[in-house]
C-alpha cells in the first residue's frame, strides 16, 4: 500500500539545524511532487514547501524561505528537508505529503504520520 | 497568498445531526478547494477533492459544494467517527493556503 515514513525529527536549540527524511513506498515516488506541510502544537495546518518529481522546481514559504532546503533522492525514494537557522516557531509536527492530481487540481494525499520537531534552548 | 477563513471555528452536534461548514477564499480559486478530516493524533485525510467529487473510500454522508469564494463541505447524519477537525485547502495558487480549521465535537 501507498506509505510515507518521516523519520529525523527532535529537539534543538534555537539557531540549529536538522534534516527531515521521508521513505516513500507502494507507488512511483519519481512520478509525483512532494509536499512538506506543519502543524503547530494545537495549530492548524501550514504549508512549507513542495518540489518538483524531479526535483528542479522548489517552492517555499515566506516562514521558511532561506533557512529550509527541499530535496529528493528518487533512486532512494526519498524526500528531505533541511532545516537550518531554526526558531522556536519551527516548533511544530512535519508531514510529507505527496501531491496527487485528481480531475484538474493537485491535492494532498496521502500523508505520513509526522515528524516532531522541537526548537528550545 | 489566498487567504481561506472557515466558519466555525468550533461546532458542537450530536450523533445523527446533519452539520455544515462553511469556507471562504479571498480571491476567488474557482473549485480549486479540498476538504480534509484530521483525528487527534492522526495526519489529516483527504475526503473531498475540486470542491465537490468526494474521494474514493469516503462515505457518501460526507458532501461538499461551492465556487468561486464560497464553499461548503455538509455531513448528512453525524456519525462517532465523524467527530474530528476539518481543513479547507486551496490549490488555486502557490503558496498553498488552509482555513484555520474547523472542530467538530460531541454536544
Known amino acids: 500500500q501507498v506509505q510515507l515514513v518521516e523519520s529525523g525529527g527532535g529537539l534543538v536549540k534555537p539557531g540549529g539545524s536538522l534534516r527531515l527524511s521521508c521513505t516513500a513506498s507502494?507507488?512511483?515516488?519519481?512520478?509525483?511532487?512532494m509536499s512538506w506541510i506543519r502543524q503547530a502544537p494545537g495549530k492548524g495546518l501550514e504549508w512549507v514547501s513542495y518540489?518538483?518529481?524531479?526535483?528542479?522546481?522548489?517552492y517555499y514559504a515566506d516562514s521558511v524561505k532561506g533557512r529550509f532546503t527541499i530535496s529528493r533522492d528518487n533512486t532512494k525514494n526519498s524526500l528531505y528537508l533541511q532545516m537550518n537557522s531554526l526558531r522556536a516557531e519551527d516548533t511544530a509536527l512535519y508531514y510529507c505529503?505527496?501531491?496527487?492530481?485528481?480531475?484538474?487540481?493537485?491535492?494532498?494525499?496521502?500523508w505520513g504520520q509526522g515528524i516532531l520537531v522541537t526548537v528550545s534552548a | 497568498d489566498i487567504q481561506m477563513t472557515q466558519s466555525p471555528s468550533s461546532l458542537s452536534a450530536s450523533v445523527g445531526d446533519r452539520v455544515t461548514i462553511t469556507c471562504r477564499a479571498s480571491?476567488?480559486?474557482?473549485?480549486?478547494l479540498n476538504w480534509y478530516q484530521q483525528k487527534p493524533g492522526k495526519a489529516p485525510k483527504l475526503l473531498i477533492y475540486?470542491?465537490?467529487s468526494l474521494q474514493s473510500g469516503v462515505p457518501s454522508r460526507f458532501s461538499g459544494s461551492g465556487s468561486g469564494t464560497d464553499f461548503t463541505l455538509t455531513i448528512s447524519s453525524l456519525q462517532p467517527e465523524d467527530f474530528a477537525t476539518y481543513y479547507c485547502?486551496?490549490?488555486?495558487?502557490?503558496?498553498?493556503?488552509f482555513g484555520q480549521g474547523t472542530n467538530l465535537d460531541i454536544k
Open positions: 518540489i518538483s518529481s524531479r526535483g528542479e522546481i522548489t
Open positions: 505529503a505527496r501531491e496527487t492530481v485528481l480531475s484538474f487540481l493537485e491535492c494532498f494525499d496521502p
Open positions: 507502494g507507488f512511483n515516488f519519481s512520478d509525483y511532487y
Open positions: 480571491p476567488s480559486i474557482g473549485s480549486y
Open positions: 475540486a470542491a465537490s
Open positions: 485547502q486551496q490549490s488555486y495558487s502557490t503558496p498553498r493556503t
